[in-house]
């Protein structure tokens, strides 16, 4: 049921933290895997480390905050790899201040990255995914898809139309086949999120004292939900929003 063999996955961020977990899972699962981001030594590090491990991969470089960077990326998928039936849209960024520091210019990056790039990248591999008879898009939201945060507005718009964008999809595509779905992980032990440690007082404290599980995840946590939306043990889930996340959603 969890078998991916002959199927081809594309994972933006793919190239570190939950990205690369995923990665790690599906390719483990006998798919095989595109990794894409903007540095393409560290995409070609991870791709070449998965291929030691039987996983025929491709490394693809990409910016997603250029909507034609972000349509070639797919492109380049589907002529190296022969088609696509899994796209996960995990690359994102943040910035962490009070909602007045902002400015504009980076509400239209972190916006353009965590957001408009899924709806680009959906949009894209869409044919690709019709043209295979049915296909499975994962995309990462976040707790703050759920929940506000003082110091993360924008980071906090972006996931939360996240999850929006991935119910109008769902509701849409579901005729053709294509299940979509959003991950919400917890507070995971990332490059991204280790910064907030230092960045936000208090921060690990609360997140620990909220978190049944009593820990920080880590990024090899999101490689089961990744393979399960990836496979057909998921054909009749769409338009759901996980949490991966210890309780801490749970927790009242």
């Not at 718009?157 to 929006?164: C, F, L, N, W, Y």
């Not at 053709?176 to 690990?204: C, F, Y």
């Amino acid at each position: 049921m969890f078998d991916l063999t002959g199927k081809v996955a594309l994972i933006t961020g793919g190239n570190s933290g939950i990205g690369e977990a995923m990665a790690r899972g599906i390719g483990a699962a006998g798919a095989a895997v595109a990794i894409a981001g903007r540095n393409q030594v560290r995409n070609a590090d991870v791709a070449a480390q998965l291929a030691a491990l039987g996983v025929r991969t491709l490394a693809v470089q990409a910016d997603v905050q250029n909507d034609d960077s972000c349509r070639a990326m797919v492109d380049t998928t589907v002529q190296g790899l022969g088609r696509l039936d899994i796209l996960v849209n995990n690359a994102g960024i943040n910035i962490r201040k009070a909602p007045e520091s902002f400015t504009l210019e980076e509400w239209r990056a972190i916006v353009q990255t965590n957001l408009t790039s899924v709806f680009v990248a959906c949009l894209a591999a869409y044919p690709h995914m019709k043209n295979v008879g049915g296909a499975k898009i994962i995309n990462i939201g976040s707790m703050l898809s759920i929940f506000g945060a003082s110091f993360a507005a924008p980071y906090a718009a972006s996931k939360g139309g996240v999850v929006q964008l991935t119910k109008s999809l769902a509701t849409s595509w579901a005729r053709d086949n294509i299940q979509v779905n959003a991950v919400l992980p917890g507070s995971i032990e990332t490059p991204l999120t280790v910064q907030a440690k230092i960045d936000v007082e208090g921060h690990h404290q609360r997140v620990l004292a909220r978190t049944p599980a009593g820990r920080w995840g880590v990024p090899a946590d999101l490689a089961g939900i990744a393979v399960f939306l990836s496979s057909q043990g998921s054909d009749f889930i769409t338009g759901a929003a996980i949490p991966v996340d210890g309780g801490y959603s749970a927790q009242g």
